[in-house]
């Protein structure tokens, strides 16, 4: 069983910058892909971000396309978020997940397994 950890969520001004990493215990396999999805109070769940951490296949959803990055440092099981010019629509609890393979699901039931979230708060 994978574990992961997220960290970097905190209060933020709107306009302002995050940083996001979730660390992996291990792969899940020799391909493997890691993905950021985010969840609002009383809102499901929602595709943020994914990346290969095999290949350079990035994927976004179009409400962070040009302001979110996504990166990955394979040797360290590490994923990152980088959050740019963040609106109050940002705040949520963001999720760290990892499945088997390359395909960068948009939706929950295609990652295996989850991290228990770090909580980003912005304020107008």
């Known amino acids: 069983q994978v574990q992961l950890v997220e960290s970097g969520g905190r209060s933020v001004q709107a306009g302002a910058s995050l940083r996001l990493s979730c660390s992996a215990s291990?792969?899940?396999?020799?391909?493997?892909?890691m993905a950021w999805f985010r969840q609002a109070p009383g809102k499901e769940r929602d595709f943020v971000a994914a990346?290969?951490?095999?290949?350079?296949?990035?994927r976004y959803a179009d409400s962070v396309k040009g302001r979110f990055t996504i990166s990955r440092d394979g040797a360290k099981n590490t994923v990152y978020l980088q959050m740019t010019d963040l609106r109050p629509e940002d705040t949520a609890v963001y999720l760290c997940?990892?499945?088997?393979?390359?395909?960068?699901?948009?939706?929950?039931?295609?990652?295996?397994?989850w991290g228990h979230g770090t909580q980003v708060t912005v304020s107008s």
């Open positions: 291990k792969r899940l396999s020799s391909t493997y892909s």
């Open positions: 997940a990892t499945t088997r393979g390359e395909v960068l699901f948009t939706t929950t039931a295609g990652w295996a397994s």
């Open positions: 990346v290969s951490m095999t290949n350079d296949n990035a």
